[in-house]
């Protein structure tokens, strides 16, 4: 057993016969007739699955024999130029087609793209056709990317800790980088370009300047080396003091002509390593992280001085949205985009404003966040969380599919109805050229990557998100289990159940009726409703969810903060009067009474009793689910899931415990019947 560290690129033998007789008659054969560092990874990725999945291997030739199958681009392969694939021209650098045809006279399946990485793409594509037991016969295959730069965010410090990371340290070890490179270095970027992935950013959004120097620019060009072949771009956070605290200079101002020639060189010099550097990300005047406004500059003077040194070379600077602060007495809910949106246009264009799902912080459920739909004029990108900060860390299984399409379709109302949050993301609703998503990674050294053997399934469904944002969360559950586990139906019905509804379970034991941010301090781990007196006030529960003997609730319409008024009319209309707002969304949007009615009957106390103990009963429901599995998937992961799921039942008894007794010190009202039987 590899305790989850081939992750979904197991390969394990396929149990069906029949498929795999079917699959090695078509295969028998590997076609190429050229050589670069990337049509070597495809060779090699496709002869380990075939030699995993089929037991077979192929032979290796330059012509076409029975069952080929044919990798390569137009350019270097004079068989696939022969072809003339039309579709091809319009799939860009990194689409892909796989055909069934016929290549001088023999049967054959192409892989085709513009570029190696491309092909590569869809050799991924063609061995997740295998791994899922799908006919390989008559495929007409033609797919490119919806978002331009689909990126990972690394938390990780220089001394390999990870913020918000629970598996384990970072994977990059400074210390021995350059000269010593692990392979794990090679598995992370397979990994990626088998789901798309093709941009990292190494380090911490609160960044050190040290990354900049010389020696770690070594080190990352050791990185950028080893990724580039699978069409993994690199890209770093870049700390906006950088030019005191390394470059010795007085002041960052960003309109500064000392710390502009200062960046201009700095940018030059990184791409003397790294011809194909990505860009920076920046997180600036957020939570005491230097920024433009230390000058009294804006946030597009910030990003606009860093866009203009990396435009001659390419690279973009995603600038990031998430800005709070205390001394502003106002919702922290409103504050990004009372400072963004009036910056829309002042942008230049290779500078990218990168929005978290939702305005306060990766909660278990928000709402959209507000600037989507509000900057018609700046490409946003979307920034979610798949490190599990406020949903359990590496402990609780919840898979986040669910999660990230609630946001992607999402009406923003912006030009009308459809204009939904993926809209605005892909570039399609205001004809912007470039976009960009990014992914909070929760990958660090665990021996499975991602601590929770379950945690994968998030990575995975971000990379399969950000290719196609059309895809379903049951789809990509259905083909991360396949991949992972079995193409059993005994095992893929019970697991696919339990992550489908995992993430509502989690809300509904956590933080049900749009109740958030009650987790304990500072940790974000178990709950923490009572926290109050703290340095800040939004640092505090008691600000969230603001319960009194009279209700519970943030009122987030005119008559408390008017957050809503930054929505478009008709998601103001949604959201605003009681009879229209959805149910998910109620204590985030409105304060009530605690005998407030709602749609079932019940009082909101009684509703928010159910809502704990069901979710704590539901968390028991999929310990059920997953001991179905026994014996059919492989034992060191059952056991390891097991355990993780019998603390997961735990910890949900002990949030419903909490909150419920905490809650009921302002409602003063008993739990309804029927479920005060102790667990
Ligand atoms: O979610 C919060 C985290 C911080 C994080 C910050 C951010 C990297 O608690 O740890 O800092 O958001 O996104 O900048």
Redesign the pocket.
């Known amino acids: 057993a590899d305790d989850g560290y081939e992750l979904w690129l197991s390969y394990r033998p396929l149990a069906d016969a029949t498929v795999v007789k079917r699959y090695k008659a078509a295969l028998q054969t590997l076609v190429t007739e050229y050589e670069s560092p990337t049509l070597t990874l495809a060779t090699h990725e496709i002869t380990r699955a075939t030699a995993g999945l089929l037991k077979t291997s192929l032979v290796r030739a330059k012509t076409p024999a029975q069952g080929s199958l044919l990798l390569g681009t137009p350019r270097q392969s004079p068989l696939i130029a022969s072809l003339n694939l039309a579709s091809l021209a319009t799939l860009g650098d990194e689409g892909f087609v796989i055909v069934n045809t016929t290549v001088k006279g023999k049967p054959c399946i192409v892989i085709a793209a513009n570029t190696d990485v491309g092909m590569l793409y869809g050799t991924f594509h063609f061995i997740r056709l295998l791994q899922t037991q799908q006919s390989i016969q008559n495929l007409s295959v033609a797919q490119a990317p919806v978002i331009q730069r689909r990126i990972l965010n690394h938390?990780d410090n220089l001394d390999r800790t990870v913020?918000?990371g629970y598996a384990g340290f970072s994977l990059w070890d400074w210390h021995k980088l350059p000269d010593y490179i692990d392979p794990r270095y090679h598995a992370y970027a397979r990994a990626n370009a088998s789901i798309g992935i093709n941009g990292t950013v190494l380090t911490?959004?609160?960044a050190n300047a040290q990354i900049l120097t010389e020696p770690y620019l070594r080190k990352v060009k050791a990185l950028a080396d080893v990724f580039r072949p699978y069409g993994l771009k690199v890209y770093l956070t870049a700390r906006f003091s950088a030019p005191v605290e390394i470059g010795g200079l007085s002041t960052a101002d960003p309109l500064d002509p000392a710390v502009k020639a200062w960046w201009k060189k700095k940018i030059d010099e990184i791409y003397t390593y790294v011809p194909d550097f990505g860009g920076f990300c920046v997180?600036a005047n957020?939570?005491g992280q230097p920024g433009p406004q230390n000058y009294n500059r804006s946030h597009a003077d910030g990003a606009n001085l860093f866009a203009e040194m990396l435009a001659p070379h390419g690279g973009i600077v995603m600038w990031?949205a998430?800005v709070y602060s205390n001394e502003t007495p106002d919702d922290r809910a409103k504050q990004a985009y009372t400072e963004f949106k009036p910056l829309d246009g002042k942008f230049n264009s290779n500078a990218l404003v990168q929005v978290k799902n939702g305005a306060i912080?990766?909660q278990p459920r928000e709402p959209f966040h507000p600037l989507f739909g509000a900057m018609p004029k700046t490409p946003l990108m979307l920034e979610f969380q798949l490190t599990q900060?406020y949903l359990g860390f590496a402990t609780h299984l919840v898979y986040l599919a669910p999660l990230f399409k609630e946001t992607l379709d999402a009406d923003t109302y912006a030009k009308g109805k459809g204009s939904q949050v993926s809209k605005v993301v892909d570039g399609s609703l205001d004809h912007h050229t470039v976009s960009a998503m990014a992914g909070v990674a929760n990958i660090g050294n665990d021996r499975n990557w991602c601590g929770h053997p379950f945690g994968q399934a998030n990575w995975y469904a971000y990379g399969r998100l950000a290719w196609n944002h059309a895809l379903t969360a049951e789809a990509i559950a259905d083909e991360w289990i396949r991949m992972t586990f079995s193409n059993d139906p005994s095992v893929i019905t019970p697991v696919k159940a339990m992550m489908l509804s995992s993430r509502e379970i989690a809300v509904q034991y956590m933080t049900p009726l749009g109740l958030h941010h009650i987790m304990g301090y500072n940790h974000?781990y178990g709950p923490g409703p009572w926290i109050r007196d703290k340095p800040r006030a939004d640092w505090t529960s008691v600000y969230y969810h603001q319960a009194d003997s009279l209700g519970v609730g943030f009122d987030r319409t005119k008559t408390g903060s008017d957050a809503l008024s930054q929505y478009a009319q008709p998601v103001q209309d949604l959201y605003g009067p009681l009879a229209n707002c959805p149910e998910k969304y109620l204590l985030w949007f409105h304060h009530l009474p605690w005998d407030h009615k709602l749609k079932s009957g019940k009082s909101l106390w009684d509703e928010i009793c159910f809502a704990y103990y069901h979710g704590a009963d539901s968390a028991r429901w999929m310990q059920q689910q997953w001991n179905l599995t026994e014996h059919k998937v492989d034992d060191e992961q059952f056991q390891h899931v097991k355990s993780l799921l019998a603390i997961q039942h735990q910890e949900a008894v002990w949030w419903r415990n909490a909150c419920v007794v905490y809650f009921q010190t302002f409602s003063r009202q008993p739990i309804p019947a029927g479920l005060e039987k102790p667990d």
Do not use: M
Request: negative net charge; aromatic residues 20%.
């Open positions: 938390w913020e918000r911490n959004v609160n997180k957020s939570e990031r998430f912080d990766f900060e974000h």
